[in-house]
């Protein structure tokens, strides 16, 4: 019994020292993202599971050599492989975990394998560098935690008792230890591991990603994401409720060939404008410009980041899966998006972002899009422009674009996505002597967007295409700053979207409707009187409700109520905006006006999931 006791010390305390590296690093992301939680002694303990799977999972390699069976004179190579195996394994766990104490705050979930394979492949590799010096506390706290767990165990090694046992006993072993890692690793004895989404089981949406951890969703989404099969509403029967094939027949009404230009804003929420700092007005130009447009008070994007802003904006597909729609497996989909309905209806096209080319995977896609032509860093003249971050500060940049699209065939379609507004805030060293110290770093930023969109359309009405020209200002997504403040999922998403026409054939006006990233296209293409059938989940001007999601629940939002849909419990929460009561979907006494929102929203879940997974986002 001694023996055997002996013999399984190692894999124990390892085991447990482990879970203390995993604790640590959920104890700093708890205490760099607290005002992203709300979290409850409950959570603690619903952690567990997924905690020790991690470390059940991420341990088999070290399990297998230590246990492996073997003779006596190959014993302490055996043992010193299985101890390195052990550090690989610390290491790797703490340095996924310690990724997302700095990163969450950026994307409001953990990241997966596609998000840092993304980073890896990118040619934006300097990024990683950046923010490892950025947040170098983090980056220094991981090499302490890392060495601290690596000396504690080199300390019991030294003090460990090792004593050989029969091959028998090995083969015992090794049998018994596979099986309890596997099973821990499982934690399942049904068809089905324990996955992500499991989370969602036992706690708010806003708290899972404390429940779960970098380094197990890493490891449960090195494949590519599988949308759910479970149904949650008939095929025929989500018709009635949602149906994302659009048909615009304008017989009577000529094709309005204006021309068409949208301009991202980088992070520019709607808490970003309207702001006046120390005297100081942080957008004035942008401000002055919403005036002038039909102004959606309150737009909304479908996204969290930037690349998942472009499906939305230019196809109408809404962010409703874990895996960003451009590093998924249905990115190579068809798909009716803008840029290609309006070259097919004899629009020139081309895409202008001064990053790094190949950044997020921008230039590729936009060419599934449908844009024929993208402009980037590499196609800029001047490489001294570039901030050494991310690419062509925009005060060089948008001038530019405006020379290249003078030079484009009219009709065209254009889109320029900005980048000088997003962390690290880099913009010219010569643009911060033009204000004093009242701005900080990223007001200053956001001053020299609004700047640089100034000296954009201050050259653009120079030219003789600017008044036969449709202008869209619309945001890619809030800053992460903001999300700390954010009371409602609303303000989570909150951005300004704006309708701009020189000769003002769109009429100045403030509406207070919801209004989406994905309602872009279908207004546009209602307004240009394109006689198209096409695919999209927005529905243009007419929309009093929005879909939303993240951290594994759906929202629908309208005027006076609001949804939140927790799928792994198929249960439902109703918010009166204006009683704040809540109603949950098991209620006898719902309306009927709460049954078809819910029914709407399933509609909505099932006919994006069968559609991708069909290859069906595109009208035959």
């Not at 504690?152 to 099986?179: E, M, P, T, W």
């Not at 379609?413 to 010219?428: D, R």
């Not at 992460?480 to 009371?487: F, N, V």
Request: proline share 4%; glycine share 4%.
């Amino acid at each position: 019994m001694n023996t055997s006791m002996h013999h399984w010390s190692p894999i124990i305390i390892r085991f447990l020292m482990t879970w203390g590296a995993i604790i640590s690093t959920k104890m700093l992301f708890l205490a760099a993202n607290f005002s992203f939680l709300n979290i409850s002694a409950h959570d603690f303990i619903y952690a567990m599971p997924f905690d020790l799977s991690t470390i059940a999972l991420f341990s088999l390699p070290h399990l297998f050599f230590y246990l492996l069976p073997i003779n006596k004179s190959l014993q302490a190579v055996k043992e010193t492989l299985a101890g390195f195996l052990f550090y690989v394994t610390i290491t790797i766990i703490v340095l996924l975990n310690m990724w997302d104490v700095a990163y969450f705050q950026f994307s409001q979930r953990l990241s997966t394998f596609d998000t840092f394979s993304f980073l890896i492949q990118s040619p934006d590799k300097g990024l990683i560098n950046y923010f490892i010096l950025d947040y170098w506390w983090v980056s220094l706290t991981s090499i302490l935690l890392i060495t601290s767990f690596i000396m504690l165990d080199l300390r019991k090694a030294k003090k460990r008792n090792k004593q050989y046992v029969s091959i028998k006993y090995q083969v015992l072993y090794f049998a018994i230890g596979s099986l309890l890692f596997f099973s821990i690793g499982r934690w399942s004895f049904g068809p089905k591991p324990l996955g992500v989404l499991d989370a969602n089981k036992y706690t708010s949406a806003k708290n899972v990603p404390f429940l779960l951890n970098t380094a197990f969703v890493t490891l449960k989404t090195i494949q590519s994401e599988k949308l759910p099969t479970t149904s949650l509403i008939s095929l025929e029967e989500s018709k009635k409720y949602f149906n994302p094939i659009k048909e615009i027949s304008s017989s009577s009404k000529k094709e309005n060939k204006k021309n068409l230009v949208i301009i991202i804003l980088e992070s520019f929420s709607d808490k970003m404008i309207h702001q006046t700092i120390n005297g100081i007005k942080i957008t004035p130009f942008t401000d002055s410009l919403l005036g002038q447009s039909c102004y959606y008070e309150n737009g909304i994007a479908n996204a969290k980041q930037s690349i998942e802003a472009l499906p939305a904006i230019f196809a109408s597909i809404p962010h409703l899966m874990n895996t960003p729609y451009i590093l998924s497996s249905f990115c190579n989909n068809k798909l009716n998006a803008l840029p290609s309905i309006l070259k097919s209806h004899g629009y020139s096209t081309a895409f202008f972002h001064g990053a790094k080319n190949g950044s997020m995977r921008f230039d590729s896609f936009s060419k599934k899009l449908g844009f024929d032509r993208y402009y980037g860093k590499d196609e800029y003249p001047n490489k001294n422009h570039d901030n050494g971050f991310w690419g062509i500060s925009d005060s060089y940049f948008n001038p530019w674009t405006i020379q290249e699209i003078s030079k484009i065939k009219q009709p065209f379609f254009v889109s320029l996505f900005t980048i000088s507004s997003h962390h690290p805030y880099q913009i010219p060293k010569t643009y911060n002597k033009k204000i004093s110290g009242a701005l900080n770093k990223e007001q200053l930023s956001f001053h020299y967007a609004d700047e640089s969109l100034r000296d954009f359309f201050s050259k653009a009405q120079k030219e003789p295409w600017y008044k036969n020209t449709v202008f869209v200002i619309c945001a890619d997504h809030i800053p992460q700053q903001l999300d700390k403040t954010s009371k409602t999922i609303f303000d989570k998403f909150h951005i300004p979207i704006a309708f701009f026409t020189p000769d003002k054939s769109i009429p100045i006006e403030k509406k207070s409707s919801y209004f989406q990233q994905i309602d872009i296209e279908p207004y546009i293409l209602n307004y240009l009187a394109i006689n198209t059938t096409y695919y999209a989940f927005g529905k243009g001007a007419a929309n009093h409700e929005s879909l939303l999601y993240l951290n594994g629940s759906f929202y629908l939002l309208s005027n006076d109520t609001e949804i939140i849909f927790n799928e792994s419990t198929n249960e439902a929460i109703f918010i009166d905006k204006i009683t704040n009561k809540r109603i949950r979907s098991e209620n006898k006494s719902l309306t009927l006006k709460y049954r078809g929102m819910l029914y709407r929203l399933k509609s909505m879940i099932e006919r994006y999931r069968n559609d991708l997974r069909r290859n069906q986002t595109k009208a035959k």
